[in-house]
């Protein structure tokens, strides 16, 4: 009887395992996988691991920059201090053009540049619909952040793949869905050349050398952290690396020399790809062209 009773458990996962992902879980993948927005709205610890049961409730990070001060806010449903009271049209547009709704606190106000709008703006209409799905499901939690602060207009660097856009025809190709992971996930924000607040996504793809001040919570004297050279190259970049060894580089943090990735490389959230979703991110950063 008992044995018969196990066997209806496995069937019943096994068909559940089978069934088509929901847009919600579609939702949830994304948010807490490849696109990591706990990285920078989710509170942190005095050692800097995120804070689960106040996921998504902001104030975590806060971005200084010659041209904003800004704060990661609250996206969970709260009403009075996240973002329950938006439409979902209002998520979507603050998402993929970067403006806040007409309503309410700081009203049509651009986000800073620091929310990556310019990649986001890739995201196919299932995924935002998606994403958007996943936000109304959060815990709602009270919690205000400081306003942010604005010295500067708001600018953007347009980033190619984006711009360009995708559609679900074009992931037959490998490559192409490993791009438009790799747009969605951000990942050439941090890799590319950047001087003086300008990202050079034409010349400078994937180059490294983009410095990150040490993380909040990390012990005091913690050095910067250096994005790495990403491309092919196989001497300054991962051109010569293992598939293994890049999965896990992203993954488990791991560099090919056994060394462990400092932040802002959000590798705890990467844990959570689908090895048909790492393995395409990786078909995809063969093909960026070798930089020295
Ligand atoms: C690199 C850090 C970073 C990442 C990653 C990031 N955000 Fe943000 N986000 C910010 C910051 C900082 C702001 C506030 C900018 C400002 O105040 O001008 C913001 C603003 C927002 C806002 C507007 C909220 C408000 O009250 O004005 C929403 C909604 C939002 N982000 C959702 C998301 C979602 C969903 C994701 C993941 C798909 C995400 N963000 C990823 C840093 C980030
Ligand atoms: C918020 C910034 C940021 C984002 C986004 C980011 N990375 Fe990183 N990444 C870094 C930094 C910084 C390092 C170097 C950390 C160190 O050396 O301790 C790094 C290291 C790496 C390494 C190790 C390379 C080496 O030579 O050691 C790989 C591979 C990598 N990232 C791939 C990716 C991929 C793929 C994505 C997107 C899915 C991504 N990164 C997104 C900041 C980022």
């Known amino acids: 009887m008992f044995r018969i009773g196990i066997a209806g458990c496995v069937v019943l996962l096994a068909t559940s395992g ?46 200084t920059t010659p041209a904003f001060i ?10 009075e201090t996240g973002i329950g009271s938006w439409s979902d049209a209002e998520i979507k547009r603050a998402l993929v053009q970067g403006i806040r709704p007409d309503h309410g606190h ?57 711009e360009a856009g995708f559609n679900k025809a074009m992931f037959a190709d490998p490559v192409r869905r490993g791009a438009y992971l790799v747009t969605i996930g951000h990942c050439m924000e941090c890799h590319s050349a950047w001087s ?20 909040q919570g990390s012990p005091d004297g913690t050095p910067d952290s250096v994005a790495a050279n990403i491309t092919s190259d196989p001497t300054a970049g991962i051109g010569a690396w293992t598939d293994q060894e890049i999965a896990r580089a992203v993954t488990h943090g791991m560099a090919r020399d056994g060394r462990i990735l400092k932040p802002p490389m959000g590798y705890a959230y990467y844990a959570g790809l689908k090895d048909a979703d790492l393995a395409d991110i990786i078909a995809y950063l063969r093909t960026v062209p070798p930089l020295q």
């Open 18 to 63: 089978a069934t088509a992902e929901s847009s919600i879980e579609r939702g949830g993948y994304l948010v807490n996988t490849i696109m990591a927005c706990g990285n920078c709205h989710s509170p942190r610890d005095a050692e800097g691991r995120t804070i689960a049961e106040r996921a998504f409730s902001g104030g975590g990070l806060t971005f």
């Open 106 to 162: 700081l009203a049509s106000a651009p986000l800073a540049a620091i929310m990556p709008v310019n990649f986001y703006r890739a995201l196919l209409p299932d995924d935002l619909d998606a994403i958007v799905g996943y936000l109304r499901t959060v815990k709602p939690i009270r919690n205000e952040v400081p306003d942010p602060v604005y010295k500067a207009p708001v600018r953007r660097d347009s980033y190619p793949d984006a």
């Open 196 to 215: 003086r607040g300008v990202s050079d996504f034409k010349t400078g793809l994937g180059h490294g050398g983009r410095v990150f001040p040490p993380h």
């Open 70 to 79: 800004a704060t990661a806010p609250n996206i969970t449903p709260d009403v």
